[in-house]
């Protein structure tokens, strides 16, 4: 026997690779609970904590055949690169949840609704008044009244114009509001309870909003156009 292969050490036999259930799959993504679903890098975290899995040992490959299997068995929906357990809805949490309260019902049930990409009209002071038909049906528009902005804590009046258009979606107010108006019809008026990541954040807007500060406007739809 030479020198050279007395020194070597003796292979060690390679570990079977590691199989993951669907059932374990979709017991994973009920416990993320997240309403937008779990994505591979999720469950692939998750399931290394749980089975104490080490930094060189791969195992997605078995996540992905179990997600697969979980597809096509009809027990978890695939959405892009996220996943949910079919027929399980989680809601979102509060701190990227805008409270919308209805104050006063549109004067048109029937109306169009604000969707993304829509560009629309708001007052924050101003009576409210139905337009012309004509201005509606081209428009959709209707007189309206925003009560300034305020500070959940201590009620502080920060933020007031008569009035201000943006469109909606287009990142050019505060996610709060891209969110809380959507769904709402000419002359509806909402109450918008904004947590501080959909509005100011950490940083707030000195030397009006402190940081981390829960934001309310009473907001009522002038118009709003394609």
């Known amino acids: 026997m030479s020198e050279d292969y007395a020194d070597q050490a003796p292979e060690?036999?390679?570990?079977?690779?590691?199989?993951?259930?669907?059932?374990?799959?979709?017991?994973?993504?009920?416990?993320?609970?997240?309403?937008?679903?779990?994505?591979?890098?999720?469950?692939?975290?998750?399931?290394?904590?749980?089975?104490?899995?080490?930094?060189?040992?791969?195992?997605?490959?078995?996540?992905?055949?179990?997600?697969?299997?979980?597809?096509?068995?009809?027990?978890i929906t695939q959405e892009r690169q996220s996943f949910k357990v079919k027929g399980l809805e989680f809601p979102p949490p509060p701190e990227t949840t805008v409270i919308s309260e209805v104050l006063t019902p549109p004067a048109n049930g029937a109306s169009e609704k604000v969707k993304k990409g829509h560009t629309v009209e708001v007052a924050y002071e101003g009576a409210c008044s139905m337009h012309t038909r004509h201005a509606c049906a081209t428009l959709h528009s209707c007189s309206s009244a925003l009560r300034p902005g305020r500070l959940l804590e201590g009620g502080t009046v920060f933020d007031s114009a008569e009035s201000f258009s943006f469109e909606v979606g287009g990142g050019e107010v505060i996610r709060g509001w891209d969110q809380g108006v959507i769904g709402m019809r000419c002359g509806e008026k909402r109450r918008l309870t904004i947590p501080p990541k959909l509005g100011y954040g950490k940083r707030g807007s000195p030397p009006e909003v402190p940081p981390d500060a829960t934001l309310v406007f009473d907001i009522t739809l002038i118009a709003l156009s394609e």
């Open 12 to 75: 060690r036999p390679q570990a079977p690779a590691r199989v993951i259930p669907v059932e374990d799959v979709v017991e994973a993504i009920k416990v993320l609970a997240s309403h937008t679903g779990s994505s591979r890098a999720a469950l692939t975290k998750f399931f290394k904590k749980k089975l104490d899995i080490g930094e060189g040992e791969d195992i997605s490959i078995s996540l992905k055949r179990a997600l697969d299997q979980g597809v096509k068995a009809g027990t």
